[in-house]
DNA sequence: GTCTATACCGAGATAGAC
DNA sequence: GTCTATCTCGGTATAGAC
């Protein structure tokens, strides 16, 4: 992230984000197309191994069969990757829980299938989360959790929330900030989760069970009708500090992908 | 952080982290000394001027007038100088509040006066900030929020919120998790405001006041009787997952300066 | 359009001479 | 305690092969 000449080009740093998955659609598979794949598999891979910080792109570019020059081609930074890697779980989340969610008709029950899912989904890779999670704090980032770039990813991540809450019965002003109030919520889990070294991350396990058992008795509590103005405090609060993101605009991803 | 030869040696990057306002209640002030908060002043103004990234070593080490090595010599790492302003932040927050807090005999008003003055003394750092932010979520490295290094900083923090409470009338379960639920809330306030473009962050200083008011009325249900098992519930969830700081791991700063 | 080869830059950090 | 020289790294740039 830092060396390099001149001015940092953020804006730049995604040279193609298309994914394979969504190439496949497309006309016809080019040879740069799995030669992307390619590296794109590799770096994952001694991601896993060394790390993200300990893996350089040279180092990809070699385990990729090729010059430095190319794997710059397909991907404009080493973060760039990771990016990919991160829209790779979200595809991955929004399929587990097709299943997933259908089948079971208990709120709880649907909101602990996708916490633990996500979990499940990301237990080798808590080492790349870490990545990711340095960017979270820098605003001017792309990569930064609430940059432009990775709106993508965001109002998918909150749209699966929508999805796990269905048609639960729930007061409208309530049901418009309980997406986002579980996507905070997944968030911490996430943080908890990469700090986690219990064996199988058991207790991040634990803690989301626990937490959503405490969600939903607050939950219950919340619905009353006399909570209605305290509902209405909160949104308020949300509103005018701009942390509600319209609901049209939380979509899953996949739904994007076959739009295309 | 990412350039650099071989292996990072984290647990040594901080070659004597002890401040300035230490080291003059010591024997004498060596040369050594005066060099050092010669490059930490020069670094801040630095990065208040071109940003933490935007700043190199070499430019550190010009203004200090001194080789880049020397400037080694003092402080292992770019990161090294922001967690000595970190520090800063905190003594300074500290005395704010000891005149602060005995002033105002309302909860609500002693939380509006740690949550505002904290902003206020952050103000022109926001950049600074969000270069802190970045190890938030590595749990391997030193400057991360729950790393051994940083102790002290996060149970000063949490201490602050302890004053905050004083003796207001709580039960006891509850004023066992407070002041890490309010420090925990102290933390989205600042996640917030390094975001947070408008004039002045007035928006951050609203969201405080608004979010201190919900939290008042949250208060007022959870002290009542009826909510104990809740209170229990969510005590045992915290204590389960590690993240009940014991009460005596959090003491001012300032306390531990003066006791050396 | 895809890729190699290579030279170059500036960054953070280090080793060892003084 | 300080400096010079040097290392590795990420990233840029370019010329040219296929």
Redesign the pocket.
Known sequence: ??????K??YL?MFKDMRRPEVLKNEKRI???????DRIFTVALNLFREKGF???????V?AAA??????????F????AIVLGYYEKVQEEHELRLAKGLETSKDFRERLGVVMHSKLDILKDDRGLMSALFRFFGNPKHPLSIFAPETRIFRSSAIAVMEQAIGDEKMPPDLREIAPQLLWVMHLGFLFYFIYDESPGQEKSHRLVDGALDVVMNLLTVARLAVMKPFRGKLIKLMKDAGLLIPREEARPMLAEAVEV
Chains 1, 2 share one sequence.
């Open positions: 992230m830092t060396g390099g000449g001149v940092r080009h730049n080019t040879k740069g197309d799995l030669t992307r910080e300990g893996t350089t792109m040279r180092e570019a069969n090729m010059s430095l020059g190319a794997a710059y081609y397909y404009a930074s080493k973060e």
